[in-house]
């Protein structure tokens, strides 16, 4: 006999958990099932974990830079500390309890396992039936994507998972995927001694960015010792006697202890029961309108609506879902200036339309840059300060519709580029506004300077 509630919430993602929480503290009654980690990639093999790892990696890379600013300095990288704190302070050795706990004393049911969608108000999991009056909420996420390479499927490949679970680093690694996982990666593991070769079939890295990121993150990555083969895709893979052999389209090969796949990531809906909500189960994201409704009474959010594989992403999202099931007032989802931090050091931080994109969309564009190293603070700050700032200027509004902040802390520059481009800021609004002294904010006067067709 199915169990009445108003709410299904299947998968407890950070948006997903979200949903549960808030509306159960709502006084609806709200079922939340997970059949993995409540959290989901976020905080056990994502975000929270690898900026752990990123931040030590840094924390080596700095003192290696004592030389040119402070005389010098001994360092000796070891990656015990940095395991033990991913596995006791990011992930409690990978277990949910705390996040179930706090879910449940918002008062939602928790139910551990997989859920399948089976009729049009009714969600199965196991031997228990819900059937939920006010509707169903998705947020199923995403996994890791591995293409489909001769040999590939068969070796014991890492995907982010394995990687961010590691106690003992490799003394080699290749890396197939030069995007934001790839690259933050092949950094951490290149700082702590591993020999870290990227391989990436798109001709430049992280290109879904700018090309001026693209030069910086590969300058980075070669800074730190990492082999980069841009514009060549792998063929084939081989595990033997404890190595990994990648075979090049160009006719080299790489070799290695152990191979991270970062080719990015996929929806699986095939096993959800989509259909009996009207959806496609074979579909690569579920479309949502923008209060996140994918059919009548059903939502998503999150990486499963392919808006982004961002947690700052399925927050929004959520906050939106959240609202339309409350009847409550609120603004539709815009995605006009969606941010994106790719945690290298330098960071590279974008916003909005790149200047192709812009250009694309038939836009009369203009663009300006300034170099990190030529400002004040960048000159200040001298080792470590590679970086430029880049703005998209849409001429015939005023406004930036796209900007990109690499550098020092350039994801916290970017905080003020964001905000420029959602609330649609003039540009000559932001050519008299006062830039503090001397920041690196304060490169967004100095490309503001350099707009030009």
């Not at 997970?34 to 959290?39: F, K, Q, S, Y």
């Not at 228990?128 to 070796?155: K, M, N």
């Not at 029961?273 to 939502?299: N, Q, T």
């Not at 420029?420 to 967004?444: C, D, N, Q």
Request: with cysteine; charged share 25%; hydrophobic share 45%.
């Amino acid at each position: 006999m199915a169990e009445t509630v108003d709410v299904v919430v299947v998968g407890l993602g950070v948006g997903g958990e979200e949903v549960a929480g808030r509306l159960a503290e709502a006084g609806l009654r709200v079922v939340g099932v997970e059949g993995r980690l409540v959290g989901g990639e976020c905080p056990y093999w994502g975000c929270v974990p690898s900026k752990m790892m990123i931040r030590a990696g840094n924390a080596l890379a700095e003192a290696r830079r004592v030389p040119e600013l402070a005389g010098t300095a001994d360092v000796t990288a070891d990656w015990a500390p940095v395991a033990r704190r991913v596995r006791d302070e990011a992930t409690d050795s990978w277990d949910d309890k705390v996040a179930v706990d706090r879910l449940v004393g918002k008062g939602v049911t928790f139910v551990r396992g997989w859920a399948r969608v089976t009729g049009r108000s009714e969600v199965t999991v196991g031997d228990r039936v819900f059937h939920a009056t006010r509707g169903i909420v998705i947020g199923t996420g995403t996994e890791p994507a591995v293409p489909p390479i001769d040999g590939l499927a068969d070796t014991p490949l890492w995907t982010n998972r394995e990687a961010i679970e590691v106690a003992t680093l490799p003394g080699a690694l290749i890396v197939l995927g030069g995007g934001a996982i790839g690259v933050e990666l092949a950094q951490v593991f290149a700082r702590f001694g591993v020999a870290v070769t990227v391989v990436e079939a798109a001709d430049r890295l992280v290109a879904l960015e700018e090309p001026e990121s693209s030069d910086v993150a590969q300058a980075a990555l070669v800074r730190d010792g990492v082999t980069v083969h841009a514009g060549v895709s792998a063929t084939s893979v081989r595990h033997d006697a404890g190595r990994f052999t990648v075979a090049l389209a160009d006719g080299r090969s790489v070799t290695a202890e152990q191979l991270l796949v970062a080719t990015g990531r996929k929806v699986d809906l095939s096993k959800l029961g989509v259909e009996h909500l009207g959806l496609d189960a074979s579909a690569r994201s579920i479309a949502v309108d923008d209060r996140m409704r994918a059919a009548d009474r059903v939502w998503a959010v999150g990486d499963v609506t392919g808006h982004g594989a961002f947690t700052h992403m399925a927050m929004y999202q959520a906050g939106i879902a959240i609202r339309d099931i409350l009847g409550q007032d609120g603004p539709p989802a815009d995605y006009r200036a969606t941010p994106r931090v790719t945690f290298t050091d330098p960071e590279i931080g974008a916003v909005g339309l790149t200047e192709a994109q812009a250009r694309e969309a038939g836009m009369s564009v203009r663009v300006g840059t300034a170099q990190v190293s030529s400002s004040s603070r960048g000159w200040i700050h001298k080792a470590g300060n590679e970086g430029f700032i880049k703005l998209v200027e849409d001429t015939s509004r005023g406004v930036l519709v796209g900007a990109t902040s690499a550098g020092p802390a350039g994801g916290e520059v970017l905080s003020a580029l964001t905000v420029a481009v959602h609330a649609a800021v003039p540009v000559e609004t932001l050519r008299h506004m006062i830039y503090a002294y001397p920041t690196f904010h304060r490169g967004i006067e100095d490309a503001l300077r350099d707009l030009r067709a």
